[in-house]
């Protein structure tokens, strides 16, 4: 039983117990003796209670009937004696854990069995009860569980509330995308026919896949995406214009009489026609908005605007000779700059019709000095105009640079809106619209041609400097004869605007002009003046330059394709060693021969690779050989004379017809050759005789027209001959001209600086005597003169085009194809020559007082014989037309490898014809007087001699 002890260190009493251990006999086994213990509870309870516990209440109880209360924490190493009896919270009582000294009692248990004395082994048994306290409670007792809920449920929520929020705003932001999007395809629909809409979606396609894989779309030329970075976004270029060539089509223009006169009396909406009016309170106070049937109808009607209208001269002409991909290039390029200071001057461009280029100021934000924003706005164009062309020529083509703007403005009031229906679109209306367009169509290249109206505005705005009155009254259709200006910005001290920008050292915001003091000093000039004698030599200089890199451009791009389609296991490039060796075996086999002796009536084409067409080859070309071709290039168009017709500029534009013509055969019908399968291809290679595959025969073509005319006098083969010419016994006075010409440009070919360029072009002995025999054939066939070579042509056409002649098929017998494509390879040559007959009126007028100047310049020489070719000059142009430009034309319809554009020489060649039978008596006495005044009594510097071909003069 429990008794109880104190604590030497105060009164504190501590409940204990007596423990008693039997001691046994060993032989007998009863019991001899006993082990005692005195067991202190609180000392016991300290060593068996497991650490780290909280507070509980402990009761120990014995059998005897005792109990003692006990409450430990050993947190802080404390065990407290509560008292005797069961003192422990009776609001824990279910919360209890019992457990008894079960090996003590398995001992006595045992010594009682083998006792003989049961009565001495009488003891107290002990149980132990542990109840939870409050405090205990407390240390498990947490709000974590609910802060968590919270923390999660706020979460909840909170997500909840961003994907409502995204799923609403996802959906509003899809309605407008959709509503915009159909906005757009109704645009669309409206403005391009459904088949170019086509186009325009897959273009879109294929530009938004090609992001996806991380590149953009390449520029067509990086050196004129660079230039024309300030002007353009970046990816005008690197994709081709949508554009195509359609050779019959008939075009309506429809006028309503009398509409501008109606359109003045009445206002630009009729409110009554409409069932409902729609508030303007959000609108301009002279717009006008109604709504009939749920569409808006917006029009405005200003009291004083100005209007531009913008036309490029020339343009017509220039366009005949390319494809329509280049001509949209040309427009997109030069709209695109003026589209830019239109953005930055707050001008409004309304529309471009053709190549008329239509803006207005003052709507649909009214501007008080308009008059003077759009006259520097035209300004700026005409100077954008000035520098684009010039650098577009060298990618363009030549006359690109000889393009210029023609400008009308005038100001008064204007009818604009929306014009409902088919192709809506905004539209402006009135005699202010009609009388700036007349303007324009009056005006004069590269000038600024404004109405009184205009004047009047800009001289009250201070800029009465900048006007200068046009001498002779200017007749408009319903005006009568009207008093007009030229607008030439200047300060008031007289100097132009961008010489006094460049004298303040300011930026250039403007171009400047010719001052009308200049201008009328330059036309009194009589005589050669010095200074226009370098200016010209400064514009040749120059034009011959961005000429040169155009042809650059032009071979490389086909040396490229012949690097590319060259047949899988032949080297792209030969060792130099085994070309030099081949080189001199093709001279010392032509030893002794003239160039004429090495023609060939049947060119031998490659045939077509159908392995080589799916699998090209990757162009890998030295970056040597570009600049060896540069050189090449400007060395051979040093050879090219200073004479009127046949130069440089001449040979650019046949190079230019050239390739167009081989692009025709490559693409027939807008199929490409290089991107359609092997059947399809081998299906075009067949109809073409081979030509849409022959690469090296496609360079060849080319590089023939660059080299027909080198070295050329002005003098005919017959003159050279007359003249006794050393050139004339060397080449058996036959085709003398022509076979200079080889012989001087392939000895220019064959030089060391070029070796690297030759190793591109031809890699072995077969491929160079197959392009040496290209270029004579090309080269011979632009003699057109000589009965021989014409006759053998004409029956060699028999042979191969005559109504019983084989079509082009697969099964076609190959020298039968390849006979057909030397006639259509040398016609090419041929037409290309004289392309300036088969183009546009004005560029056959151009090249024709060209040649008119070069025979009379010849016949003043005394090379030309006694007569005045003007005499003969009008008839001698119908039956060259009737003789050989229509009968060629109609051949190359004939050829079938051009497609749906075929006859579009025939058709231009008889206009031209029908043209020159009404104005060349005409047109034959202005060429007279304009040689004779040129050289008989050498008067040069006239304002429309200067404004053609000196224009460089002018600080530009």
């Not at 970075?229 to 994709?239: E, H």
């Not at 303007?280 to 009291?303: A, E, H, I, Q, R």
């Not at 002794?592 to 392995?611: A, H, P």
Request: proline share 4%.
């Amino acid at each position: 039983p429990f008794y109880q002890i104190y604590h030497d260190h105060g009164d504190i009493k501590s409940p204990g117990t007596m423990l008693y251990y039997p001691v046994f006999a060993p032989d007998t086994g009863a019991i001899v003796g006993s082990v005692t213990m005195e067991l202190l509870w609180s000392t016991f309870l300290s060593a068996v209670y497991p650490p780290q516990s909280d507070k509980v209440d402990l009761i120990v109880e014995n059998s005897c009937g005792q109990n003692f209360t006990f409450n430990i924490d050993l947190v802080s190493e404390s065990m407290s004696f509560i008292g005797e009896g069961d003192l422990h919270d009776r609001s824990y009582s279910n919360l209890v854990h019992s457990s008894t000294f079960e090996k003590y009692e398995q001992i006595v248990d045992f010594a009682a069995t083998v006792s003989r004395n049961q009565s001495t082994l009488e003891y107290c048994r002990y149980k132990f009860h542990v109840f939870a306290t409050e405090e205990f409670e407390d240390a498990f007792t947490s709000n974590d569980p609910l802060i968590y809920a919270i923390i999660t449920g706020v979460i909840f929520i909170f997500t909840s509330l961003v994907f409502v929020s995204y799923d609403f705003i996802v959906d509003r932001r899809q309605k407008k995308v959709m509503g915009a999007a159909t906005r757009t395809n109704d645009i669309v629909a409206e403005l391009f026919p459904k088949e170019v809409r086509e186009r325009l979606y897959e273009r879109a396609q294929e530009q938004k896949s090609s992001e996806k894989k991380g590149f953009l779309a390449q520029p067509t030329k990086t050196q004129m995406q660079n230039f024309l970075s300030d002007d353009l976004p970046q990816d005008v270029f690197g994709s081709e214009p949508i554009a195509d060539f359609f050779p019959q089509a008939t075009i309506m223009f429809l006028d309503i009489a009398g509409f501008t006169a109606w359109s003045s009396e009445r206002e630009p909406v009729q409110a009554d026609f409409f069932p409902q009016a729609v508030s303007t309170k959000d609108f301009p106070l002279d717009f006008c908005v109604l709504s009939s049937n749920g569409f808006f109808l917006l029009t405005l009607f200003s009291t004083c605007k100005t209007i531009m209208f913008l036309d490029i001269a020339g343009f017509t002409a220039w366009s005949s000779e390319r494809e329509p991909v280049q001509v949209f290039r040309l427009l997109e390029t030069i709209y695109g700059a003026f589209d830019g200071v239109a953005k930055g001057l707050g001008v409004f461009k309304v529309e471009t019709i053709g190549d008329s280029y239509v803006a207005v100021c003052g709507l649909p934000t009214p501007r008080e000095q308009h008059a003077a924003i759009m006259a520097q706005f035209a300004t700026l164009c005409l100077k954008k105009m000035f520098r684009l062309t010039r650098e577009l020529e060298k990618y363009l083509g030549p006359s690109t640079g000889e393009l210029r703007a023609r400008v009308g403005l005038h100001s008064g009031p204007v009818t604009a809106g929306v014009l409902r229906g088919e192709k809506a679109r905004f539209q402006l209306f009135g005699d202010t619209v009609n009388t700036a367009s007349r303007l324009e169509a009056s005006g004069q290249p590269h000038r600024i041609h404004a109405s009184k109206e205009t004047a009047d505005l800009l001289a009250a705005a201070g800029k009465g400097h900048w006007l200068h009155p046009r001498k002779d009254l200017v007749e408009v259709k319903g005006k009568g004869s009207l008093q007009t200006y030229w607008i030439s910005p200047t300060t008031k001290n007289g100097m132009s605007s961008r010489a006094s920008a460049k004298s303040s050292g300011s930026g250039s915001n403007s171009i400047g002009f010719i001052d009308e003091e200049e201008r009328a000093a330059l036309q009194s000039l009589t005589k050669i003046d010095p200074g226009i004698i370098e200016a010209r030599a400064k514009n040749r200089r120059q034009k011959n330059a961005r000429l040169v890199e155009w042809n650059v451009e032009v071979l490389y791009s086909l040396l490229e394709s012949v690097v590319a389609n060259r047949p899988r296991g032949m080297d792209q490039r030969a060792p130099n060693q085994m070309l030099a060796k081949a080189e001199k075996e093709l001279a010392e086999k032509n030893e002794g021969k003239i160039v004429i002796d090495e023609m060939t009536s049947i060119l031998q084409l490659s045939g077509f690779d159908k392995q080589g067409h799916s699998q090209k080859s990757s162009v890998s070309i030295p970056p040597q050989v570009k600049e060896q071709l540069r050189e090449l290039v400007t060395q051979l168009s040093n050879l090219y004379k200073d004479v009127p017709f046949h130069n440089f500029e001449h040979c650019s534009h046949v190079i230019m017809s050239a390739g167009k013509m081989m692009r025709r055969i490559v693409n027939p019908d807008g199929v490409d050759f290089d991107k359609v399968g092997v059947n399809e291809a081998e299906e075009l290679h067949a109809q073409t005789y081979g030509l849409c595959s022959d690469k090296l025969m496609q360079f060849a073509v080319v590089f023939s027209a660059l080299i027909h005319d080198v070295d050329h006098t002005g003098l005919t083969n017959a003159e050279l001959d007359k003249m006794r010419a050393p050139v004339a016994s060397a080449y058996r006075h036959k085709s003398i001209a022509e076979q200079n010409s080889v012989d001087v440009a392939w000895t220019v070919l064959m030089d060391g600086r070029f070796k690297d360029l030759r190793a591109c072009i031809y890699t072995n002995e077969q491929e160079l005597a197959r392009f040496r025999q290209l270029i004579v054939n090309a080269v011979m066939a632009t003699d057109i003169a000589d009965k021989e070579l014409k006759k053998l042509r004409e029956s060699r056409w028999d042979q191969a085009f005559a109504e019983s002649a084989p079509v082009a098929a697969l099964d076609m017998d190959q020298i039968d194809s390849d006979r057909k494509a030397t006639i259509v390879f040398e016609y090419i040559i041929q037409a290309s020559d004289v392309a300036h007959t088969m183009q546009h009126w004005h560029t056959y007028q151009k090249f024709n007082r060209r040649l008119f100047e070069e025979r009379y310049l010849a016949w003043l020489n005394g090379h030309a014989g006694e007569e005045d070719p003007s005499l003969s000059w009008y008839q001698g142009e119908i039956g060259f037309f009737d003789f050989y430009i229509i009968p060629l034309a109609r051949k190359l319809e004939k050829c079938g490898v051009f497609g749906v554009s075929s006859d579009e020489y025939l058709n231009y060649a008889k206009e031209n014809r029908k043209e020159w039978e009404i104005k060349g008596r005409g047109l034959v006495e202005e060429m007279l007087e304009s040689c004779r005044e040129k050289y008989n009594n050498i008067l040069e510097g006239s304002e429309e001699h200067f404004r053609e071909e000196d224009e460089d003069f002018i600080d530009m």
